[in-house]
């Protein structure tokens, strides 16, 4: 394999797992217990959503009190319930294990909150081929570029040019052209659809990687 980057960063979901279940039933749970309803296709625009916070302020429409209740009700939730129905996007653990085995130091930047990151990570074998793996503060306030800006402080990646985001929404996209990093999307994620140039399957992404 011809080796094009130093260092791919690579998203969680929508990337390397299609998380959607166990998104999709916090949030229901949440709504449930704050005596509120969406339907199905609300619910389903929330788990899309870039942030979690995002997902409670601007699709379901609560105000910054009531977003930051449903955040904390969210993320107790999730994991400790249903962070586990995630799963891995077929052939994306032998990727990794290719890219590493070739030499590629590979990292994780997500939106999750950073334990949620370290933990869904941990339990899918991710973090045994990607180090650091950076999640989110408690309440987001850090943005994609934030921690994608840690996490090259981490790798010590001096030349952004030599680094790759990997990822399947705008957000990450803007994080990467924010921080000179180039960038992949996937259009098998939550985000993009049919975009060209972009990775239509996981066992896709070997080959655009070579092609940028």
């Given amino acids: 394999m011809k080796n094009m980057f130093t260092f791919i960063i690579w998203d969680i979901d929508g990337t390397l797992l299609d998380t959607s279940s166990g998104v999709y039933t916090a949030i229901d749970y949440t709504l449930s217990s704050m005596g509120e309803s969406r339907s199905r296709e609300e619910i389903t625009r929330m788990v899309h959503s870039s942030t979690i916070t995002k997902a409670f302020g601007e699709v379901a429409?609560?105000?910054?009190?009531?977003?930051?209740?449903?955040?904390?009700?969210?993320?107790?939730?999730?994991?400790?319930?249903?962070?586990?129905?995630?799963?891995?996007?077929?052939?994306?653990?032998?990727?990794?294990?290719?890219?590493h085995s070739n030499g590629v130091k590979q990292a994780v930047v997500s939106n999750k909150r950073d334990d949620c990151a370290k933990k869904i990570c941990s339990h899918f074998k991710i973090d045994a081929y990607c180090s650091p793996i950076i999640g989110a503060d408690r309440y987001n306030s850090l943005?994609?570029?934030?921690?994608?800006?840690?996490?090259?402080?981490?790798?010590?990646?001096?030349?952004?040019?030599?680094?790759?985001?990997?990822?399947?929404?705008?957000?990450?996209?803007?994080?990467?052209?924010?921080?000179?990093?180039?960038?992949?999307?996937?259009?098998?994620?939550?985000?993009?659809?049919?975009?060209?140039?972009?990775?239509?399957?996981?066992?896709?992404i070997l080959r655009k990687l070579e092609q940028i």
């Fill in 61 to 99: 429409g609560f105000d910054s009190r009531r977003t930051l209740e449903a955040v904390d009700i969210f993320r107790t939730r999730y994991i400790e319930k249903d962070i586990l129905k995630a799963k891995t996007y077929p052939g994306i653990i032998e990727i990794l294990r290719e890219l």
């Fill in 143 to 204: 943005s994609k570029k934030d921690l994608l800006s840690r996490c090259l402080g981490k790798l010590n990646c001096k030349t952004p040019q030599d680094a790759i985001q990997i990822g399947d929404t705008e957000g990450d996209k803007q994080a990467a052209s924010e921080k000179g990093v180039k960038f992949l999307g996937v259009n098998y994620g939550y985000g993009f659809r049919d975009v060209k140039g972009y990775a239509n399957s996981p066992e896709d």
